[in-house]
């Protein structure tokens, strides 16, 4: 068995704001680390005075969107680290041989500046740290309404170019406040650094064998000629636009008129147009999947007031069942069938299968040995349930809990070289999205066996790729998933992917084709893609002004 990673955090002080806390907590409850060491050093920096529009926009800001948000409040970890070894690095490094006794593997910098130090070459991995690209963070992401805002874990070096990028995660921009943004990447840190600390304990020295060398920036930064090489701060040091620093007065007026109409785009959509989810169909012609929707066509369901969403598709003899969520404004969802047959060339009345008094969407159906089984998402009760068809299509029970304790949704298996696969998508903490990052469990028997995390879970951490959009489609002996793009918002587009390595150590896939309905009058959002050899059918949310057609 690997030897647990020796780890040191590098802090101002003992006062941290509460998602560096978790961090430290993160660390010490791992059982692949040990926390051996903590090192004092609180860089002198002398800050220049914000401008004043900037300075009131933040404070409104905290004032309308941050009172409630725990992630900036301060902390004392004094406590935690009370049995921990305590270094203070002095302002000349001159003590630096004192840290080279602990034999350290990483050292984390949690600091709120960066600063080259000389610790980068006294860890046998060196310093890593978390680093946003921009200054001020995750300010102009909302400002310039970019769909995503991403935070890079990098290996830092002794200068200013080099280093390795570890890993990233992106998630969608809130685009209503830059303090509301900032809170969400922020308590997402955690686990972007433990799962790699996890991965360097298990693959040691070939963890660094894949990761991208960073590109050297010396010569894109504007240094004030005061400026001190070894105290820049995390703005001039990982940003590929310098001009995107904190804005002067005369430029916050030009973000404060495009914020205003960006609230009253948001307030014309919320109070003048309407929004339904209809299901749209296309024939098939033999193929295992149609991506041509200029002949769409609407699945027949007259009920005005309900949205439906979510479809699944499966031929038997010749009928063919779509199976999907059915919910209205306020109301949870439950599952509803709809039957086409071939002989009439007609749909049947949708009849409900599945109600809870909890919501229920995605069902993800699949046949093993002439019985059909069903995983509907139930993330609102905190599990993974399998039903089983006592009476296909319409009646269903309950066979057991995949996983509890859990909050997962758009659940997808799939049986491929002797392992049943499990693709779901899991907030790992209270308040996360659901949308932004992608877990894997396997096991020999879905009826039997316990489920496996893989090694790499999440395997995605981007809202721009990771969610399910149905099921996995195997052609050629090649497998695709389908995901939605919720990067700016939910059902932006669907991706198709290509998975290229899936085992119990290795994942990897490519995105090789997208699915964007933004020309179809009407269609805001798409987030669901299934198929079978007849029909190809996908749910549409389509936007209406509340008194006409747009």
Same mark, same amino acid.
């Given at each position: ?263 009253? @785009?948001?307030?014309?959509?919320? &109070?003048?147009?309407?929004? %339904?989810? $209809?299901?749209? +169909? ?5 193929? /295992? ?66 109600? @809870?008094?909890?919501?229920?969407? &995605?069902?993800?159906?699949? %046949?093993? $040995?002439?019985? +059909? ?5 139930? /993330? ?171």
């Amino acid at each position: 068995m690997n030897k647990k990673l020796n780890l040191a955090v590098l802090i101002d002080d003992e006062l941290l704001k509460a998602y560096q806390s978790m961090i430290i907590d993160d660390i010490i409850e791992s059982d692949f680390c040990d926390l051996i060491l903590y090192i004092t050093n609180k860089t002198a920096v002398v800050k220049k005075k914000n401008f004043f529009l900037y300075d009131l926009f933040i404070k409104l800001d905290y004032i309308l969107f941050g009172k409630n948000l725990r992630s900036f409040k301060k902390e004392s970890v004094s406590q935690k680290l009370k049995k921990i070894k305590h270094i203070i690095l002095s302002d000349n490094q001159d003590n630096i041989y004192e840290i080279e006794k602990y034999d350290l593997d990483v050292i984390i910098d949690l600091r709120e500046i960066f600063s080259i130090t000389d610790l980068e070459n006294i860890s046998t991995y060196g310093v890593w740290r978390l680093m946003h690209q921009g200054y001020p963070n995750a300010f102009w992401e909302v400002i310039d309404s970019h769909a995503s805002t991403k935070v890079i874990l990098e290996r830092i070096s002794s200068s200013l170019s080099g280093g390795y990028i570890l890993d990233s995660y992106s998630i969608t921009t809130d685009q209503k406040s830059p303090i509301r943004n900032l809170n969400m990447i922020s308590w997402r840190a955690s686990s972007l650094l433990i799962r790699n600390l996890q991965k360097l304990f298990l693959e040691k020295e070939s963890f660094f064998s894949n990761k991208e060398k960073k590109i050297t920036i010396e010569n894109n930064l504007a240094l004030d000629k005061d400026s001190n090489v070894n105290s820049i701060a995390i703005k001039l040091y990982f940003y590929d636009d310098v001009k995107k620093q904190i804005p002067s007065n005369y430029y916050m007026i030009k973000v404060i008129l495009n914020i205003f109409k960006k609230y009253l @785009k948001m307030i014309f959509r919320k &109070y003048m147009t309407k929004q %339904k989810w $209809k299901l749209l +169909y296309v024939d098939n012609h033999q193929k /295992s999947i149609n991506f041509s929707f200029k002949n769409y066509k609407e699945v027949p369901l007259q009920f005005d007031a309900i949205d439906w969403a979510d479809p699944f598709i499966i031929d038997e003899g010749d009928k063919s069942y779509i199976f999907f969520e059915a919910f209205s404004l306020n109301q949870k969802g439950t599952l509803h069938v709809i039957t086409y047959d071939t002989k009439t060339e007609s749909f049947s009345e949708p009849k409900s299968i599945l109600t @809870k008094e909890y919501h229920l969407s &995605y069902p993800y159906i699949f %046949k093993y $040995k002439n019985v +059909y089984y069903m995983i509907p998402e139930t /993330s609102a009760n905190q599990m993974i349930d399998l039903y089983r068809a006592i009476e296909f299509p319409l009646k269903w029970e309950k066979v057991k809990t995949l996983i509890d304790n859990v909050t997962a949704v758009d659940t997808t298996i799939h049986y491929y070289n002797n392992y049943w696969w499990m693709f779901t998508n899991i907030a790992p903490k209270k308040g996360f999205s659901t949308s932004d990052e992608l877990y894997i469990f396997y096991c020999k028997d879905f009826l039997e066996d316990k489920w496996i995390p893989h090694i790499l879970n999440p395997i995605i951490s981007d809202s721009s790729v990771a969610r399910n959009a149905g099921k996995i489609i195997e052609e050629n002996n090649e497998l695709y998933r389908p995901s939605q793009n919720c990067s700016g918002y939910y059902g932006r587009s669907l991706n198709l992917n290509k998975i290229e390595i899936l085992n119990e150590k290795e994942y990897k896939e490519n995105r090789v084709c997208i699915m964007d309905m933004s020309n179809f009058h009407n269609i805001q959002a798409i987030h669901t893609l299934n198929s079978s050899k007849r029909f190809t059918i996908i749910d549409a949310n389509f936007v209406e002004l509340k008194w006409k057609n747009i």
